[in-house]
Each structure stands twice: as structure tokens, then as C-alpha cells.
């Protein structure tokens, strides 16, 4: 299933109390779409999903549905490290309209292929929507294996997987082994040009708050055959992708838009704001 070649990791907007800005989320969200973003993806890292509780998750969901209006399709984050939590949620999302979800590999107990495999074969069971896969062992403390991901892909509604592995042999393997319907999306935005290379459908993006249009004529370049004036548009832009990723995200891309203008809040803890010094080198960057 192909969600569009630019996917956004979509910021959850905090008012000054540290609540969801849903007023600032409808702005986001206009903002998103008429500057690149063909898909969103709500309540993922970017997202700040481990703060967020169920409740606010499930009003995320249903608020950003009737937002979007079908416009573009909407992934709802319902992975945990908890299967029966995951099929809780995803059933809730299920509830709201939501037209699939993103499902990230069990962090912090560490389960084994097999467990993995269990996981999310238990969950795709209790849901008819479409499944993203989302392998990202930087944080979840373990990769899941190209043979996993490809086993999974047999499965009817897993359908595509964003791979932020970094391991450019085990997407293309990915891609050669499981049925050309099933999507493989880069999860890194530094590298969505090398996983285009390979036949990646496209990317699931953070810097695509920033640089979404920019982002679009790099991809479409590439489609078209340009593919060095897609290279050149990468080497551009690649600082911005880096520079996004200085301090733990989403710390960055939400100081860069509001440098942009458009005032998301600030962050949950354990996570803090940039010092002053991080805030002017990520200012330079936004202004090159």
C-alpha cells in the first residue's frame, strides 16, 4: 500500500500548560499539507508518544481525522512494547477513522526474532487496517531482521514497513523479497535518497516540517529520471536533515518552527528545550 512518497512524523502541538494545542494541531496540519506532506503519522516518536496517555491519543486520532478530511491519509502510532496494549489502542484508532497504523518494534524487553514475528502477527489479527512496520533499533534497543519483515509481509494487512535500521543491504533485500504491493519507507531523512536508490517508496519524515516542498522536488526529481539534480538537491539539504538531529528530537523541529512562525510548544519531559546556543546554530541552518 503506498501512503505517498512524503510521509511527515507529525510534532504534537502543547499549549503554555503542557496540554494538546488542538487549535495549533489544526494549523499544523493545513500548514503540513500545503507544503509537501502526502501522508501523516500521529502519536509516533516525533510525536512524543511515550508521554502521551491512551486518552490523549485517541482525541489526537479523532481530531486529526476530521481535520485531514481523507485529503491524505492518516497512520495513527498504536506500537508499544505491550501487545495487548497495541491491540487495545489500535482498535481505538480503528474507532476514530483512522486509515492504518504504525506499529514499532517492542522496545526496552528485548523479545527475540520469533517474539517479534508473534507480536505483530497477534496484532494484525485484531485489526482490518492497514500495518506499517517500523524498525528502529536506535531506540527500541534491537533490530528486527530482513527474513522477520519479509515473513511479515506475507501477512494480508502488513502492508509496508519504514525502516530506520540505517542497514541499506537489509532494506534492499526487503525490497527484492516481498511482493511489489508491499511499501518500504526510509526512516531516516538523511538517507532517503541512497533508500530511493535501492526502490524505496519513499520517506517517513521529520524534516519534512521544515523542508517539505524542498523535500518533494528531491523525491519527484528522482522519479523522473533527474536523478543528479536530485543528488544535488540531497547535498543541500542535507545539512538541514543533519541539523534536525543535533539534541533529541523532536526538540529541534519543534524550535525550528517556531522560528518559522508557527508556534507548536515546547516539550515533555524528560525532555528539555535547546540552550541558547543550540537555538543560533539551528537558526543559521534554517536560514541558509
Not at 508521554?51 to 502510532?77: C, Q
Not at 506499517?132 to 531482521?145: C, F
Amino acid at each position: 500500500m503506498n501512503f505517498g512518497s512524503i510521509l511527515t512524523a507529525m510534532v504534537t502541538p502543547f499549549d503554555a500548560a503542557g496540554n494538546i494545542d488542538f487549535e495549533q494541531t489544526t494549523n499544523l496540519i493545513e500548514y503540513l499539507l500545503e507544503n509537501g506532506t502526502e501522508g501523516l503519522v500521529v502519536a509516533g516518536t516525533t510525536g512524543e508518544s511515550p508521554t502521551l496517555t491512551k486518552e490523549e491519543k485517541i482525541s489526537l486520532f479523532k481530531h486529526v481525522v476530521k481535520v485531514v478530511n481523507r485529503r491524505i491519509p492518516v497512520i495513527a502510532g498504536t506500537g508499544s512494547n505491550n501487545t495487548a496494549t497495541s491491540i487495545s489502542l489500535t482498535k481505538e484508532a480503528e474507532a476514530c477513522g483512522i486509515d492504518a497504523v504504525m506499529l514499532v518494534v517492542p522496545y526496552y524487553n528485548k523479545p527475540n526474532q520469533r517474539g517479534l514475528f508473534e507480536h505483530f502477527a497477534t496484532i494484525a489479527k485484531e485489526t482490518k487496517l492497514p500495518i506499517m512496520l517500523y524498525n528502529v533499533p536506535g531506540r527500541s534497543a534491537i533490530k528486527m531482521s530482513g527474513e522477520t519483515i519479509i515473513s511479515l509481509s506475507e501477512i494480508e494487512n502488513i502492508v509496508s514497513v519504514k525502516e530506520a535500521s540505517g542497514d541499506l543491504g537489509q532494506a534492499a533485500d526487503i525490497i527484492e523479497r516481498t511482493s511489489s504491493d508491499f511499501t518500504v519507507y526510509c526512516g531516516d531523512d538523511e538517507t532517503t535518497l541512497p533508500m530511493l536508490a535501492i526502490g524505496a517508496d519513499g520517506v517517513v519524515s521529520v524534516t519534512s516540517h521544515i523542508i517539505g516542498n524542498e523535500m518533494q522536488t528531491m523525491v519527484q526529481s528522482y522519479f523522473s529520471g533527474r536523478v543528479k539534480e536530485a543528488a544535488s538537491h540531497h547535498r543541500k539539504l542535507l545539512p538541514i536533515m543533519n541539523g534536525i538531529f543535533t539534541s533529541p528530537s523532536p526538540v529541534p523541529v519543534k524550535t525550528a518552527l517556531r522560528m518559522k512562525g508557527i508556534d507548536v510548544g515546547g516539550v515533555r519531559l524528560p525532555l528539555v528545550p535547546l540552550t541558547e546556543q543550540e537555538e543560533k546554530v539551528l537558526q543559521q541552518l534554517i536560514e541558509l
